[in-house]
């Protein structure tokens, strides 16, 4: 079955960059996109955008477009999203799922704090 | 963008009670290609979301059929028929039809 994996918990300083991975499994890796999602807090959720794992292709939601960097590494079927210049904004649960949204990784916390 | 309104923020029921939640889009969901990307997840406490139903009526495999999805254009409709006391946690509509948007969620919890 579909299984996504995404790395621990980071507590990263503000200003610094945080590399998040999803290493998937039980499914051809390039045969669907990867795409990121965002929950802060007790709140709702934002789709930060997708990557084509087989051609490399992007597509951000414009408000986290100077904010992530989605690439993939084939070699390992894994996906990852780099956040950078962070701020106590960007503190939030960040996960990975498959096309259709079908399959979702168990989510990392992110925690912005000096 | 976008803006997914869903209806109401909080729902409380008994077990087997029947309940509906609401999902409007300030724009229509019809893509060009005639399909409708609305679709629902259920996310239940400390745990990640999962999808239940796409295309605005298709039950995603594994999925009890007491769930169910209507609609069109910019108003659909998620139905749970007898609740289950699994079924708690938080609903959420999302479109992809034009990129992606989330509803603010629909609580659902036991009366």
């Known amino acids: 079955q579909v299984n996504l994996l995404q790395s621990g918990a980071a507590l990263v300083k503000p200003g610094a960059s945080v590399k998040l991975s999803c290493k998937a499994s039980?499914?051809?890796?390039?045969?669907?996109?990867i795409h990121w999602v965002k929950q802060s807090h007790g709140k709702s959720l934002e789709w930060i955008g997708y990557?084509?794992?087989?051609?490399?292709?992007?597509n951000y939601n414009e408000k986290f477009k100077s904010k992530a960097t989605l690439t993939v590494d084939k070699s390992t079927n894994t996906a990852y999203m780099e956040l950078s210049r962070l701020t106590s904004e960007d503190s939030a649960t960040y996960y990975c799922?498959?096309?259709?949204?079908?399959?979702w990784g168990q989510g990392v916390m992110v925690t912005v704090s000096s | 963008d976008v803006v997914l309104t869903q209806t109401p923020p909080t729902l409380s029921a008994t077990i087997g009670q029947s309940v509906s939640i609401s999902c409007r889009s300030s724009?229509?969901?019809?893509?060009?290609?005639?399909?409708?990307?609305l679709h629902w997840l259920l996310q239940r406490p400390g745990q990640s979301p999962q999808l239940l139903i796409y295309?605005?009526?298709r039950l995603e495999s594994g999925v009890p059929n007491r769930f169910s999805g209507s609609g069109s254009g910019t108003d659909f409709t998620l139905k749970i028929s007898g609740v289950e006391a699994e079924d708690l946690g938080v609903y959420y509509c999302?479109?992809?039809?034009?990129?992606?948007?989330f509803g603010a969620g629909t609580k659902l919890e036991l009366k």
């Open positions: 724009q229509s969901l019809l893509h060009s290609n005639g399909n409708t990307y």
């Open positions: 799922t498959r096309s259709w949204l079908r399959g």
């Open positions: 990557i084509n794992p087989n051609s490399g292709y992007t």
């Open positions: 039980g499914y051809t890796f390039t045969d669907y996109y």
């Open positions: 999302v479109q992809g039809t034009h990129a992606y948007t």
């Open positions: 295309l605005v009526s």
